[in-house]
């Protein structure tokens, strides 16, 4: 049974201090942009989900590449929101061909993919790449 609660401009948890106002809650799609490090991606797709609460923001990702072309270094895949200058970090794994595991860093509005194993580019021919975050936007 679903319940639905209207708390107009939020909800106090913990106190009633500016601090403890939950007022931003949101769930969403958003389309990824998706590029390599170096050399250029030749056909790749995206989806994502993603929920915000407050600044906390948790993003899942599912890429395939297609035809890599010339990319090379890392893929590159866009976030919903803007990170801040805090460190966070994704993980995933490639889950069609080979099955390695994924390691990513998000630095602004993308999150930068790699081969957990070796640091190394973890993209070719279609390779689908799916992973998560969780970081603070700015």
Excluded at 27 to 55: D, H, L
Aim: hydrophobic share 35%.
């Amino acid at each position: 049974r679903n319940r639905m609660v209207d708390f107009g401009g939020g909800i106090y948890l913990g106190g009633t201090g500016a601090a403890n106002l939950l007022d931003d809650y949101e769930e969403g799609t958003f389309t990824p942009t998706i590029a390599a490090g170096t050399g250029t991606i030749t056909t790749a797709s995206a989806t994502g989900t993603y929920t915000k609460v407050g600044r906390l923001v948790t993003a899942t990702f599912d890429i395939t590449i297609t035809t890599n072309g010339t990319g090379a270094a890392f893929v590159t895949s866009t976030l919903p929101f803007t990170g801040s200058t805090s460190a966070s970090y994704a993980h995933g794994r490639e889950v069609t061909a080979v099955g390695f595991a994924l390691t990513g860093t998000v630095a602004g509005s993308s999150v930068s993919w790699v081969k957990t194993s070796n640091d190394s580019y973890p993209a070719a021919n279609g390779y689908r790449l799916k992973g998560s975050v969780v970081y603070q936007a700015a």
